[in-house]
């Protein structure tokens, strides 16, 4: 039964906007970042969601690690391709920039990629292919992110989640939407289960000494200090195929460094040599493909929407109701919570009011009087 509290969309946007607005991110720059968290929350994604707009965006602010205002350089540019540095500002308001770009390249050209370097957390990925989409396009991203995943055989955190993630339109209500990163389990989910109080599900973090663990909090602290890592989709070792997940996070993470001339893996920790904070240094890559360039959105759209309607048709396994297509369960979750409203937990409720109160921000809660 779910016995959280719920805000309106409306309300809070409009204080996520003021909230980001009043740690120093220009207004226009805050409705694109509080547009990204809202998103996944529409889609149920809540480890990126409000979840994370002040341990990963505030907090980064007032630490210094994560720039409000964002200067974006254009290093190289091409007819189909675009290099950006972010010069350690909000990766989201980077991203959005490069994908206008692209957008706009795809349609004059067939297709088009960029890289940014010196980035931050760009929220979740599906938001920038997704804007492809929305325009009859494919859109494809990646990014690299502090060290977590330990390539198969090891136990060290060499590279981030490192999402590969692909948005197709079709001639449905919603795109066949991917977003998943090459772990079995994300960081930003591992905070999610710490701040719920639950345990993180065992086989999927190992510690240095080759032990699972489950402790959320523990494993937090350890991933920070380098004595646990992520097991790469596929799980510990080649016998449920894990080098099937390390291989793709090594794509994901060499795509990220080489096309934008950025840092990558020990690199983006985020932490320095004595133990301090400093910049993470992200490296993001996108793609943006016109169907038109080959035989037409339409006929695109017809036959992935053929494809993914086959499959949900298919046969089911026993004790299963339904079958699903990517981005389905997504679209499916916004329409239940269009009218419903934002879900928020003791922890992001915690949150909202401390930023509230810190910026003195004129905001009325109903969930208040059990906070």
Request: aromatic letters at 8%.
């Amino acid at each position: 039964m779910d016995n959280r509290s719920y805000v309106s969309w409306e309300l809070m946007n409009s204080f996520l906007i003021d909230a980001f607005v009043g740690y120093g991110v220009p207004k226009e720059d805050a409705a694109i970042c509080a547009d990204v968290l809202l998103e996944s929350d529409r889609r149920g994604i809540e480890s990126h969601g409000c979840n994370r707009f002040k341990p990963i965006y505030i907090d980064r602010i007032k630490k210094g690690t994560l720039l409000p205002t964002t200067q974006i350089e254009i290093v190289k540019e091409t007819p189909t391709t675009v290099v950006m540095d972010a010069h350690d500002g909000m990766g989201m308001v980077a991203s959005h920039k490069m994908m206008e770009m692209l957008i706009e390249k795809a349609k004059k050209n067939g297709m088009a990629g960029g890289a940014i370097r010196n980035s931050t957390h760009y929220g979740i990925a599906g938001y920038w292919t997704s804007m492809a989409s929305k325009e009859g396009l494919i859109g494809l991203t990646g990014t690299n992110a502090r060290p977590s995943i330990a390539p198969t055989f090891g136990v060290e955190n060499m590279m981030g989640t490192n999402p590969l993630t692909f948005s197709l339109p079709t001639d449905e209500e919603f795109p066949f939407c991917l977003d998943c990163a090459t772990s079995i389990v994300q960081r930003g989910r591992i905070e999610y289960y710490a701040r719920e109080g639950k345990e993180t599900p065992a086989g999927t973090v190992i510690s240095e000494k080759g032990e699972a663990m489950t402790d959320s909090n523990e494993i937090l602290k350890a991933l920070v200090d380098g004595t646990a890592a992520l097991a790469p989709l596929g799980g510990i070792g080649d016998e449920l195929a894990g080098y099937k997940g390390y291989g793709y996070a090594a794509v994901v993470e060499i795509l990220s460094a080489a096309l934008s001339g950025g840092q990558f893996m020990k690199a983006l920790s985020g932490v320095d040599e004595n133990g301090k904070p400093k910049m993470y240094h992200l490296g993001h890559f996108f793609f943006v493909i016109d169907p038109d360039a080959f035989m037409g959105r339409e006929t695109f759209k017809k036959t992935a929407g053929d494809i993914c309607r086959a499959l949900r048709a298919s046969k089911k396994a026993p004790g299963s109701d339904r079958i699903y297509t990517a981005g389905e369960k997504e679209y499916l979750v916004w329409l239940e919570r269009k009218e419903k409203g934002v879900p928020v937990n003791k922890g992001v409720q915690k949150d909202i009011i401390e930023v509230r109160n810190a910026l003195d921000l004129p905001y009325k809660f109903d969930f208040e009087e059990s906070v």
